[in-house]
């Protein structure tokens, strides 16, 4: 708890005494409003904003160590929590990353990509990743199984394609470089779906909407959501102008997180797949 009332106090810029002061308040039940009025001689007069944005981050995070210590319980309890994963989830500082750490140990629904491992394909994407001299048709036709739902070399391939686009997808440090990326450079687009325009008449001024995804104010994305979840609307995450043919800003990132390159290497192409449906597929 001292962490968490230094934290704060750090962040509001007051002495940690005034921030566990109005905790204990809090705590008892007391009300913004009733502190700010009556409580100054405790609180070192701490006002009614900084004690909103107090009560804020106390709850995000008390909220975030309840939820870090059912992480960690929870990847111990597979028997996969190394040091290095327990130090990077005990330095996580949002949510966000908290769950972007944890993603590859949260228990899902079976997905292409289990299903593949589960038949044994695992072998298969790590050699075509590892070494991208091999020629991915013919490693894998030593994977055929028709039994195991793997009947030909094409539905081997996807399944090891699964594989690393699962893996790709799951690596927080890439979560967290593509939202960065995202959130200054990508562009909110918004357009009416076709025949909608009538009963969706209220979300009229989203019809054909563009504007910087940093500059998006909560109250318009939330309506400019409404808007999708009504079928009204279609919404897009544009970066510059997207020529068809060329690698999405987005791909390139992907592939230079894990290395892979075109450089007229028998795998080469097949990776190149990989990055791109692990963009557009699991990422975007």
């Known amino acids: 708890m001292d962490s968490i009332n230094s934290r704060i106090a ?94 590859p140990y949260k228990q899902k629904r079976r997905t292409k990509g289990q299903i593949a491992l589960e038949a044994g394909l695992g072998e298969l994407a790590d050699a075509l990743f590892g070494n991208p001299e091999l020629a991915p048709e013919q490693e894998a036709e030593r994977f055929i199984d028709a039994d195991k739902g793997f009947a030909d070399v094409k539905a081997v391939l996807e399944g090891a394609k699964y594989i690393l686009m699962e893996r790709f997808a799951e690596d927080a440090d890439l979560l967290a470089k593509l939202r960065e990326f995202l959130k200054h450079n990508a562009t909110l687009a918004a357009r009416v779906v076709p025949g909608k325009e009538a009963e969706g008449a209220k979300f009229s001024d989203y019809f054909e909407h563009d504007e910087p995804f940093k500059a998006v104010p909560s109250h318009r994305a939330l309506a400019i959501f409404r808007g999708r979840n009504e079928g009204v609307l279609s919404i897009a995450l544009k970066v510059g102008d997207e020529v068809p043919g060329n690698l999405h800003p987005c791909e390139v990132m992907v592939a230079e997180r894990f290395g892979i390159a075109n450089r007229g290497r028998a795998a080469d192409k097949w990776l190149a797949e990989v990055v791109r449906w692990t963009w557009k597929v699991k990422l975007y």
């Open 10 to 103: 750090e962040e509001l810029g007051v002495r940690p005494q005034q921030v566990a002061a109005a905790v204990a308040l809090l705590d008892e039940g007391s009300t913004v409003p009733f502190i700010a009025r009556y409580r100054k001689e405790v609180t070192g007069s701490l006002d009614d904003t900084q004690l909103r944005n107090l009560e804020e981050r106390l709850r995000y995070l008390r909220e975030l160590e309840d939820r870090r210590g059912a992480i960690l319980s929870s990847i111990a309890e597979q028997g996969k929590l190394t040091a290095e994963l327990e130090r990077e989830i005990k330095l996580a500082d949002t949510k966000t990353r908290l769950e972007d750490l944890y993603l």
